[in-house]
């Protein structure tokens, strides 16, 4: 176990980690002690004792949100996992497979980090079925390892339902500081996730009519940019309301600038799902 490597990966996540604890330094000189003195096996206990103290008791309700994100990242990291190395993934360029290892490893990353904030409140990893039958492998992404322009559509679908997801639980989580600034970083990432998986399409031209509007790296109305019958219904739900033209009681279509138009009023401004809308859309691909 090399704890170099874990304190690093949490700082990346939580860059105030060591207001809470001490410095940097004195917690590698305690976790160099505690390595000297327990058995290997025991260090998670201490890693656990850390986060207590720098995190303390969480809320239930703060719990729930946190096992809502974990369960999403458990999805998303699954996928990836399954994607990298498929045959699908080898009919791409090394840049995009390269692309698709760095955002793989940046869920799996997300996954342990809410793990440890959770210790023995944090979720088990469900059992997934990516084809979306609900367990009987043949839902309608069936044989989406075999074809890159479905994986693209697949992940596209999975980081747009994540960003919605984690604005729509930041109210919630307003009574823990140190949690919501976490989860803010993980949602800005997956953003940037997002954005990229749309470039990538739009390289690939994957599936996008002459007659639709083009694709962009933000969401125009409640337009996905994915034309994929088999599952065109499940797609579509992670889009549904984000044609709304309104903010904060105020129609923001001409108010001057570039908002003349409602697909462009759209497109400054992205829609949370509540968890209740997030848990339709994940539930086919859990067994």
Request: zero cysteines; a neutral charge; proline letters at 5%.
């Amino acid at each position: 176990m090399n704890l170099q490597n874990i304190m690093t990966e949490i700082e990346n996540v939580d860059p105030e980690i060591y207001e809470r604890l001490d410095t940097r330094r004195k917690v590698m000189k305690q976790f160099a002690n505690v390595s000297g003195k327990l058995a290997l096996a025991a260090i998670p206990l201490a890693l656990g004792s850390m986060f207590t103290k720098a995190y303390g008791q969480t809320p239930a309700d703060v719990n729930a949100v946190l096992n809502f994100a974990l369960t999403l990242e458990y999805l998303e990291a699954e996928f990836y996992t399954k994607v990298v190395g498929s045959p699908g993934y080898m009919t791409t360029t090394a840049v995009n497979q390269a692309a698709l290892v760095k955002i793989r490893d940046d869920e799996n990353k997300h996954v342990a980090f809410l793990k440890s904030v959770l210790g023995s409140a944090a979720v088990a990893k469900p059992t997934f079925d990516l084809t979306g039958g609900n367990g009987s492998g043949t839902g309608p992404f069936a044989g989406y390892l075999n074809s890159y322009a479905v994986q693209l559509a697949m992940a596209q679908t999975f980081e747009d339902t994540g960003v919605r997801a984690y604005k729509g639980q930041a109210g919630n989580l307003q009574s823990n500081r140190t949690v919501l600034t976490a989860a803010l970083n993980i949602h800005s990432v997956e953003g940037r996730h997002a954005s990229h998986i749309r470039k990538m399409r739009r390289e690939l031209n994957a599936a996008i009519p002459a007659s639709q509007m083009p694709l962009k790296p933000w969401i125009t109305l409640n337009y996905s940019g994915i034309e994929y019958p088999p599952a065109q219904a499940a797609i579509n739900a992670s889009y549904a309301g984000e044609e709304l033209t309104t903010q904060a009681g105020v129609n923001i279509i001409g108010l001057g600038g570039s908002f003349n138009t409602s697909k462009a009023a759209s497109e400054g401004f992205d829609e949370p799902l509540t968890m209740a809308q997030v848990l339709a859309i994940v539930d086919p691909f859990i067994v």
